[in-house]
C-alpha cells in the first residue's frame, strides 16, 4: 500500500512519534510505503512532499514538533480543494491518508472523507478538548511544564507577597488549567467552562491574605472570560482563519485584582513554550499506539474514522462523532480541584 501522512494545526508534542510509528509499522511490518506532505493540509492541495522512509524518521522520537511542518489553511480554501485533492491522491497512487491534528484538522478530514477520500484520523492536541478520545497526546506534556512553572512562581511570589495570574492554553476548555492548577496547588483555578465572578475570585484571594499567607497563584485557561455585565473586558477579535485572537485575560485579571485587593499582582503568559520541545513518556507511548493502529485501520480499510484511546484500549471511532462536541471540564471535576485550593 501507499500511505500519505500529515501534521495540520497547532503543533503538539508527540507528533514525531505518531509519524516514526506510522512509518515502522506500514513499511517494516506491512511492507508498504509512506510519504509525508509538508506543512499540514497546504501540502496535500499543493502535491508537496517528501518520501518517509526508516531513515527519515530515525532519531525523531523524542523530538518535539513535527518533521513535516505545519500549517493552518483557510477553511473555504480547503473546501475549494477537494477535486484537487483527489486528483492528486490518484497521481500518487495513495490508498490512504492518515491526518494528524486537531478537531479543525479531523472536521476537516471528515468533509474530505465525505467526499470518498480514504482518510484515517490522529487526534492531536494539547488542549485535550477532543470529546471521543480519554486523552489526546501533548496534554501530559503540557500539563508537564505548566506545573513546572507554577511550582517556580511560586517561590518568586511569596518572595514578593504578589498575586501571580499564571495564563495557560485551552481556548474553549480549561484542562490544562485544572490539571496543572491540581498538581502544584494553584489557589484559584478558571477555565472558559465557568465564567468567573470578578467579585468572587477577589474575595478567594483575599481571604488567604487574611489568613496571613503572604502570596496567591491564580491559574487561568487563555479562553476564560468573566460573566456577563461584572468586569470591563477586551475579547479580542478574530483571525483569518476564524480563531478567536484573545486580548490577554492573565493581564486584565492582575490589573483589576491589583485595584481591587491592594496587593501587587503580575501577569505569566505560559504561551507556546507548552507546546514546545520533548513529549514525556506518556504521550509518546501514546502517540506510538496511535500510530500503530491508524496503519491497522488503513489496511482494514476502515476509512472515515481516527484512533482514540477508551481507558486502556485503542479503538477506531468514526469522525462524524469526534467532531461533534469538544470535550469540556465538567463540574464534578472542578468541584473535585476547588477542594485543594
Ligand atoms: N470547518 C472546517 N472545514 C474544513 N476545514 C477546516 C475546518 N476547520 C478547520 N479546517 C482545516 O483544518 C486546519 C486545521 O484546523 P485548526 O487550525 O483549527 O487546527 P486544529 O487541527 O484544530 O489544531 P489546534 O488544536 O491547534 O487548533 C485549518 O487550517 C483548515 O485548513
Ligand atoms: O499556534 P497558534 O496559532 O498561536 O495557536 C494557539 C492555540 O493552539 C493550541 O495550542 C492548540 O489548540 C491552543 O491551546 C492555542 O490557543
Ligand atoms: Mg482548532
Known amino acids: 500500500m501507499r500511505i500519505g501522512v500529515l501534521t495540520s494545526g497547532g503543533d503538539c508534542p508527540g507528533l514525531n512519534a505518531v509519524i516514526r510509528s506510522v512509518v515502522h509499522r506500514a513499511v517494516v511490518d506491512h511492507g508498504d510505503e509512506v510519504i509525508g506532505f509538508h506543512d499540514g493540509w497546504k501540502g496535500l492541495l499543493e502535491c508537496d512532499y517528501r518520501k518517509l522512509d526508516l531513515d527519515a524518521v530515525s532519531g525523531i522520537l523524542a523530538r518535539g514538533g513535527t518533521i513535516l511542518g505545519s500549517s493552518r489553511v483557510q477553511p473555504a480554501h480547503l473546501r475549494g480543494g477537494v477535486e484537487r485533492a483527489r486528483g ?30 480514504p482518510i484515517v484520523g490522529v487526534p492531536k492536541t494539547i488542549d485535550n478538548d477532543i ?10 506534556t503540557a500539563v508537564g511544564v505548566a506545573t513546572e512553572a507554577l511550582d517556580r512562581l511560586k517561590t518568586t511570589a511569596e518572595s514578593h507577597q504578589r498575586v501571580l495570574i499564571v495564563e495557560v492554553m485551552g481556548r474553549h476548555t480549561g484542562w490544562i488549567a485544572l490539571h496543572s492548577g491540581m498538581a502544584a496547588g494553584a489557589h484559584a483555578i478558571v477555565v472558559p467552562e465557568r465564567p468567573f465572578d470578578i467579585e468572587e475570585l477577589t474575595r478567594v484571594v483575599g481571604e488567604r491574605f487574611s489568613m496571613g499567607k503572604k502570596f496567591a497563584i491564580v491559574v487561568v485557561a487563555e479562553g476564560a472570560k468573566p460573566l456577563e455585565g461584572t468586569m470591563e473586558f ?9 480563531h478567536e485572537r484573545f486580548a490577554g485575560v492573565a493581564q486584565q485579571l492582575s490589573i483589576e485584582l491589583e485595584q481591587r485587593l491592594g496587593k501587587e499582582a503580575r501577569a505569566v503568559i505560559l504561551g507556546h513554550v507548552q507546546r514546545g520541545g520533548t513529549p514525556t513518556a506518556y504521550d509518546r507511548v501514546l502517540a506510538t499506539r496511535f500510530g500503530w493502529h491508524a496503519v491497522e485501520a488503513v489496511h482494514r480499510g476502515e476509512f472515515g474514522r481516527m484512533t482514540a484511546l477508551h481507558g486502556t484500549d485503542i479503538v477506531m471511532v468514526p469522525l462524524a462523532e469526534a467532531v461533534e462536541t469538544l470535550k469540556t471540564v465538567p463540574e464534578d471535576r472542578y468541584a473535585e480541584a476547588q477542594t485543594v485550593l
Open 131 to 140: 470529546a471521543v478520545t480519554d486523552v489526546t497526546f501533548g496534554f501530559d
Open 88 to 117: 492528486h491522491l490518484a497521481d500518487l497512487g495513495l490508498d490512504a491518508i492518515i491526518p494528524i491534528g486537531g478537531e479543525g484538522t479531523l472536521k476537516a478530514a471528515r468533509l474530505l472523507s465525505d467526499a470518498g477520500l
Open 234 to 242: 477586551d475579547v479580542g477579535g478574530t483571525d483569518i482563519y476564524g
